[in-house]
């Protein structure tokens, strides 16, 4: 069941008699039809009206409307104005560059620019590697989209995916300290998209790629790799498995079983869901069983995609035919990114004792986690309404603040794994139960911890 939330929250200015009940009378409206007031703030008093802020958060924007037609149906009440707190903190965009050198007088600027500058050029030309030296390279990262698969939107394009690019560099710079730019490509196509990248790389300590859709997010990460002497990590691949391997070690930590002998279900082998089968596999679970829109997938489909192809191979040990439901029957673990609502809890029944269930579909999950609950022994979601969110932010911050400190030119499958490590080792033993396997978003110790082990997988010091 939804709650309103602060994604919708709105603040409506009214008018209104300045009678004893007048706080009273608008609160109800609000609360009648069903949005939560976060600030009442009167504004401006007349000897006829009194002028009120109301903030309140709402389930969308349709209901942020039924809010503000319930205000306006008051006797005597006059709406102003309705200003939506989401587009406010968005007017003129959420990211800025600023300087980190004072250029107060000419002195100043012999140096940081002409021509001192031009010694510091020299020196790169003679010394390429001193690029990661003397420039903004040393922490600087690309977050690199296309635009083709944003969030639950899918394929707005480039200029759509900007607001979500800034949110991204916002973060890496809050949690980590890093200089992350957003490079939103007026193309979709493969090609094009790695000549762009490669063509940019010079100025970066790292590319980020973000959003691009499956399966041409694969070809296009791969190929990066092989030309580029900087890191090349696709978060929603890579961070997404960083955060699960990490929330199922502790998972298993809390049911009392051994990855040994786990038997897990991944349903969704797109982007996110073949990273994570890649990196359990090298956790050595008992099996992984994939699902996918077409059912099972087992080496008799007949999948022309590499990718498909490549899972089946190397999961399903029984070669097991047939629907997500058939699956379930006897797993240990669930792990849902795909799509949602696609199971009820007598499904989750059917698996066996101590459950993990870790439905992630953002943004309605494959069970609905109180359904998920009624067999479940841990359950998880993406939402940060429910306990247990598996949230890139606990990875990508860390992951780059660690691969800049060590000057990394790859990243490798052990660096993916001491991230997960790092994360699951910030939930100490003393605070590690079922609605605590990960640790909050907002937890201080995550991105240097997660940098800390991704540093020193890379041989940093
Ligand atoms: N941290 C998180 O919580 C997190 C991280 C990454 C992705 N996700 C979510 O996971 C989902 C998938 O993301 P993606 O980037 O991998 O998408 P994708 O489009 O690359 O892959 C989707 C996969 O789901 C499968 N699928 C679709 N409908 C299905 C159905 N009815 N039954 C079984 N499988 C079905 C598809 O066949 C495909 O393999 C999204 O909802 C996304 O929001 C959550």
Redesign the pocket.
């Known amino acids: 069941m939804p709650v309103p939330g602060p994604g919708y929250s709105i603040t409506i200015r009214v008018a209104a008699p300045p009678s004893a009940s007048v706080a009273g009378d608008l609160t109800s409206a609000v609360g009648h039809v069903g949005g939560v007031i976060t600030a009442f703030d009167v504004v401006d008093s007349h000897a006829d009206s009194v002028v009120i802020d109301i903030t309140c958060n709402a389930l969308s924007a349709d209901h942020a409307r039924d809010i503000t037609e319930a205000l306006r149906a008051l006797p005597g009440v006059d709406v102003r104005k309705v200003s939506d707190r989401t587009f406010l903190v968005h007017l003129g965009g959420k990211i800025e560059i600023s300087a980190k050198v004072a250029l107060r007088n000419r002195d100043d600027l012999s140096r940081a620019y002409t021509p001192g500058v031009a010694r510091i050029c020299q020196a790169i030309a003679d010394n390429p590697d001193d690029a990661r030296r003397l420039t903004i390279k040393r922490n600087t990262v690309a977050v690199v989209t296309d635009g083709s698969?944003v969030l639950?939107m899918g394929n707005i394009g480039p200029a759509a995916a900007l607001p979500v690019m800034e949110g991204k560099a916002a973060l890496f710079k809050k949690f980590a300290g890093v200089d992350a730019w957003p490079v939103c490509l007026d193309t979709q196509d493969t090609e094009e998209i790695i000549r762009a990248v490669e063509l940019i790389a010079p100025v970066y300590g790292g590319i980020n790629l973000e959003d691009i859709?499956?399966p041409r997010c694969f070809e296009i990460e791969r190929r990066l790799r092989q030309k580029l002497d900087i890191p090349v990590f696709h978060d929603?691949q890579h961070g997404?498995a960083i955060?699960v391997v990490g929330a199922l070690r502790n998972a298993l930590r809390v049911v009392g079983k051994d990855m040994a002998d786990a038997k897990i279900v991944v349903?969704?082998?797109?982007?996110?869901?073949s990273a994570i089968i890649r990196l359990l596999l090298q956790r050595g679970p008992a099996d992984i069983v994939a699902?996918?829109?077409?059912g099972i997938v087992h080496r008799d489909r007949g999948d022309t995609d590499a990718n498909l192809r490549w899972v089946a191979l190397n999961t399903n040990r029984e070669n097991k035919a047939g629907r997500?439901h058939d699956a379930l029957v006897g797993a240990d673990v669930f792990i849902g990114?795909?799509?949602p609502n696609?199971f009820g809890a007598e499904q989750v029944a059917t698996m066996a004792p101590d459950a993990v269930v870790f439905a992630?579909?953002?943004p309605d999950p494959e069970i609905d986690p109180l359904e998920a609950q009624k067999h479940a022994a841990v359950v998880a979601t993406?939402r940060s309404d429910y306990p247990n969110q598996?949230?890139?932010v606990l990875a990508f911050p860390g992951v780059f603040r660690g691969l800049l400190d060590a000057q990394a030119h790859t990243i490798t499958d052990a660096m993916l794994l001491a991230a997960a490590d790092a994360i699951a080792d910030v939930v100490d033993g003393e605070r590690l139960n079922a609605s605590f396997i990960v640790p909050s978003v907002f937890d201080a110790a995550v991105a240097p911890a997660v940098a800390e082990a991704v540093r020193k997988a890379a041989g940093g010091h």
């Open positions: 698969a639950g859709a499956a929603d997404t955060v349903c969704g082998v797109g982007a996110a869901g699902v996918d829109v077409d997500l990114v795909s799509a696609l992630l579909a953002n993406g598996i949230n890139n």
